[in-house]
T-cell receptor, first 110, second 114 residues
Framework: DAKTTQPNSMESNEEEPVHLPCNHSTISGTDYIHWYRQLPSQGPEYVIHGLTSNVNNRMASLAIAEDRKSSTLILHRATLRDAAVYYCILRAYNNNDMRFGAGTRLTVKP | DAGVIQSPRHEVTEMGQEVTLRCKPISGHNSLFWYRQTMMRGLELLIYFNNNVPIDDSGMPEDRFSAKMPNASFSTLKIQPSEPRDSAVYFC????????????FGPGTRLTVL
């Protein structure tokens, strides 16, 4: 399985943008890039996913490098509620399962 | 919809006892996943089902663990006999055909084996 590399932790100030990086240099052409987050004492929740083009939804934006070997999750305006562990995951197009790594623990300071 | 429902939310048992964790997926979803989360190993996929059929159980740690899905609305994860190293939070997730990219997770069951 293609692996991802994320920083262990990041800090942000409330109401400022946050850029969470993910490296996936061994990604294959048909792997989707998924982001989930896990709030304290909760199960993970879906944030966003993409294949080649940048994606936007109500929660975040996903910027994918042209060579697809890295991506960045962008929270446009961090709130205290965004403090969580953020997971970047690769999923093969024909595969049902996802393998979570250690993720990035985001701390948001008031 | 109530989301994915797991029971019990907390379970404390003694080593050697049988433990059964339960999951009710979101109605209409056809895929179900069992995960285990510990501080040491993070979030691990144990097994998943498509249309009630186990597809990949390579993550099941050993023969003490078994999972069933007798119908589309119910699944169990059983540990027999339980050991202290099984202590973890166990999550169930489901996914529908339309939302191929999004898994919906339950609140988890925190298992403590003494």
């Amino acid at each position: 399985d293609a692996k991802t590399t994320q920083p262990n932790s990041m800090e942000s100030n409330e109401e400022e943008p946050v850029h969470l990086p993910c490296n996936h240099s061994t990604i294959s052409g048909t792997d989707y890039i998924h982001w989930y987050r896990q709030l304290p004492s909760q199960g993970p929740e879906y944030v966003i996913h993409g294949l080649t083009s940048n994606v936007n939804n109500r929660m975040a934006s996903l910027a994918i490098a042209e060579d697809r070997k890295s991506s960045t999750l962008i929270l446009h305006r961090a709130t205290l509620r965004d403090a969580a562990v953020y997971y970047c995951i690769l999923r093969a197009y024909n595969n049902n399962d996802m393998r979570f790594g250690a993720g990035t623990r985001l701390t948001v300071k008031p | 919809d109530a989301g994915v429902i797991q029971s019990p939310r907390h379970e404390v048992t003694e080593m050697g006892q049988e433990v059964t964790l339960r999951c009710k997926p979101i109605s209409g979803h056809n895929s179900l996943f069992w995960y285990r989360q510990t501080m040491m190993r993070g979030l691990e996929l144990l097994i998943y089902f498509n249309n009630n059929v186990p597809i990949d159980d390579s993550g099941m740690p050993e023969d003490r663990f078994s999972a069933k899905m007798p119908n589309a609305s119910f699944s169990t994860l059983k540990i027999q006999p339980s050991e202290p190293r099984d202590s973890a939070v166990y999550f169930c997730a489901s996914r529908g055909l339309a939302g191929f990219n999004e898994q919906f997770f339950g609140p988890g069951t925190r298992l403590t084996v003494l």
